[in-house]
């Protein structure tokens, strides 16, 4: 055989790339799981967007965000949810650390405890915590009191909701925590920390946090979603949080609900994303060989 | 006195004793190495020394203080890990400078060796890349610095080179030791490769089963091994029974064939069945010159491995191999022919009882 028409031939040829081909069955269900997810939220807006007969407007939108109320129980829910990262982020991060590090036989326990929230209904939490709090904390077997209830009290109350939150977020933040260190060689890093002079709090917070930066991010961001939008706890304690203000406002109103129905998918939407776009780049920046 | 002595260091982990009464005396500027299969307590031991593991009895004193019970970040030791070990988030020269900045040592004394220590290792040009931008070799290299930067009293690695491929190994073993030669550390090597051991240490401590066997110079340990462990991990090694027929001019039967050893006989008489061991490059062919013991073999096999040529042979009913230097003018015989190899009286050394 020629040889230059062989290599003609394959000049001309080349093969063209294979293109993937995606069942049919698969489009079929992505886009009824789509329209499952999509439909109601578009029912939601075009429903917020009617608050004028025959017309589009933002005026739900507009009246919602005039409301001061809504000012006040929003910024007041995002402080919340930032106490709850926080407390959270002191709270599981050291026991996460801890457990991998010197306890992996309370593995197994913390992850069941880690797991109770999703079976105790927050309605049983919050009774529990009023039954406590509600009566002064004293000295065993004695009548001298520690400390007032925290019910009666903002700042007590406020203690309480936060730590509410925290076990509600618990199953989230812990294991955001968790996993992000099972991708960190950390019993080699606090080794490695400790040769060269390092303690315990240098350890976690200029090599552990900053290894789990992205883990620590999803955890925070299911949290404040979890916050924001927590109405069972917000109510029976009595505070002033954003589920309760929108759970009431859907009692009398019709539009303005839907509006901020739609604002916080929004929000819940943007803390996904973020969570995507921090995670994607965690691989390479962290343990990497 | 010794710069780092561990006395009757023991480390009992359930019933099991990783590490049994260990003893050496370390002086400053010493390389030694920690030599074994896994499992033998080489790494138990270099982690009792960086403060890891604390030890079940026995006492570590470095430069004449107590350091037993004392925690790691107190031992002032720089350590080198099997998996590098660097801070994912922290660039090289961050890495490097971690310990200083631990120490609260001024910016201009951590630039200053940082830089220093990023000349010594070959990474100038990658001092502002973070540890996934690296190769392997390149990240021990960072291990290495960001441990020395410290200026620590004794350098621990810990198998350093097992997750590199070969041919870094060998140029990496070197730089590790002329940079130890060069700044005069104290270091403590573990590794299971006798290679590594015999090239670059001062020193190698044999361990077995959390015993040392040994502990010897490279030469010693090779030439004189003193149990048959050791004779058969390091190098390798032609090994047989044979029976004392006279204690006093060193005379053994190896099956009817006459061997003569230096071998000390103290407690061994006639009679006696005991395992005997020539290394491979211990014989040469009788042609050349013939020394104490002259053996009458058979030629089994030739292997050609470049700078040497390994003969399989057949003295009487026992297999040996003989290693020998390639050169253009070697005559080498056939195979099948009858030849006379040789060997000194010194190269048959008796490794204890007989086995079955």
Not at chain 1, 111 to 122: D, N, S
Not at chain 1, 261 to 280: E, P
Not at chain 2, 328 to 342: E, K, R, W, Y
Request: aromatic letters at 10%.
């Amino acid at each position: 055989m020629n040889l230059a028409k062989v290599q003609t031939l394959s000049k001309t040829s080349k093969p063209k790339p294979q293109t993937r081909r995606i069942p049919v069955w698969s489009w079929f269900w992505f886009i009824l799981g789509a329209l499952y997810f999509i439909l109601p939220l578009y029912a939601t807006l075009q429903f917020s967007l009617q608050m004028k007969r025959d017309q589009i407007t933002l005026l739900a939108y507009q009246k919602a965000f005039e409301d001061p109320q809504f000012i006040k129980t929003f910024t007041y829910s995002n402080i919340l949810a930032l106490a709850t990262i926080v407390a959270g982020i002191v709270l599981f991060v050291p026991t996460a650390y801890w457990i991998r590090l010197r306890l992996p036989e309370a593995r197994r326990l913390t992850e069941f405890i880690t797991f109770l929230p999703f079976v105790v209904p927050a309605i049983i939490l919050v009774f529990g915590m009023i039954r406590i709090y509600s009566t002064p904390v004293k000295i065993p077997f004695t009548d001298i009191e520690l400390f007032q209830p925290l019910t009666t009290t903002h700042f007590g109350t406020n203690i309480l909701i936060v730590a509410g939150y925290m076990v509600l977020a618990m199953p989230y933040m812990y294991r955001s925590v968790d996993i992000g260190m099972r991708t960190v060689d950390v019993r080699t890093l606090t080794e490695a920390a400790q040769s060269l002079g390092a303690n315990w709090f240098t350890i976690i917070t200029r090599v552990i946090l900053p290894n789990i930066r992205a883990s620590l991010l999803s955890g925070a961001l299911l949290t404040f979603a979890i916050v924001v939008g927590e109405v069972t706890l917000a109510s029976f304690l009595g505070v002033n949080a954003f589920g309760p203000y929108l759970f009431l406002l859907g009692q009398h109103l019709a539009y303005q609900p839907a509006a901020l129905s739609f604002v916080t998918f929004l929000l819940t939407w943007m803390a996904m994303g973020l969570i995507q776009l921090f995670t994607g780049g965690q691989g390479q920046a962290t343990g990497a060989h | 006195m010794a710069y780092l002595t561990l006395s009757h260091i023991s480390k009992q982990f359930a019933e099991t004793y990783a590490v049994e009464d260990f003893n050496l005396d370390i002086d400053k500027g010493e390389f030694v190495s920690f030599l074994g299969p896994s499992g033998c307590g080489k790494t138990t031991t270099l982690r009792m020394v960086a403060g890891f593991e604390i030890p079940t009895s026995g006492r570590i004193t470095l430069d004449g203080a107590d350091i037993t019970n004392k925690a790691p970040n107190q031992r002032h030791v720089g350590m080198v890990f099997q998996s590098y070990a660097l801070f994912p988030n922290m660039t090289v020269s961050q890495n490097i400078g971690f310990g200083l900045r631990v120490r609260k040592a001024s910016e201009a004394e951590i630039k200053e060796r940082v830089k220093e220590m990023v000349s010594l290792v070959n990474l100038e040009k990658h001092a502002d890349k973070y540890p996934f931008q690296l190769s392997g070799g390149q990240q021990q290299r960072v291990s290495l610095a960001r441990a020395l930067a410290i200026r620590p009293n004794v350098l621990l690695l810990d198998e350093p080179l097992s997750a590199l491929d070969a041919k870094i190994r060998v140029s990496l073993r070197a730089e590790i030791r002329s940079i130890q030669r060069r700044l005069g550390i104290t270091a403590i090597f573990v590794t299971h490769d006798q290679e590594e051991a015999l090239s670059i240490s001062d020193r190698i401590v044999v361990m077995y089963d959390g015993n040392v066997e040994q502990v010897g110079t490279p030469f010693d340990i090779y030439n004189f091994p003193r149990t048959p462990f050791v004779a058969n991990f390091v190098g390798s090694l032609n090994t047989a029974n044979a029976e004392v027929t006279d204690t006093e001019k060193g005379l053994l039967n190896m099956d009817g064939v006459q061997l003569v050893s230096a071998a000390k006989m103290d407690g061994l008489k006639k009679g006696d069945k005991v395992r005997i061991a020539i290394r491979p490059e211990r014989f040469s062919f009788a042609s050349e010159g013939k020394k104490a013991n002259v053996l009458d073999c058979q030629i089994e096999n030739i292997t050609f491995l470049g700078s040497v040529v390994r003969v399989h042979i057949l003295v009487g009913k026992t297999k040996f191999t003989m290693d020998t230097f390639n050169y253009p003018s070697l005559a080498l015989p056939q195979i099948g022919d009858m030849v006379q190899v040789t060997c000194s009286k010194e190269a048959v050394l008796i490794l204890g009882e007989a086995t079955s």
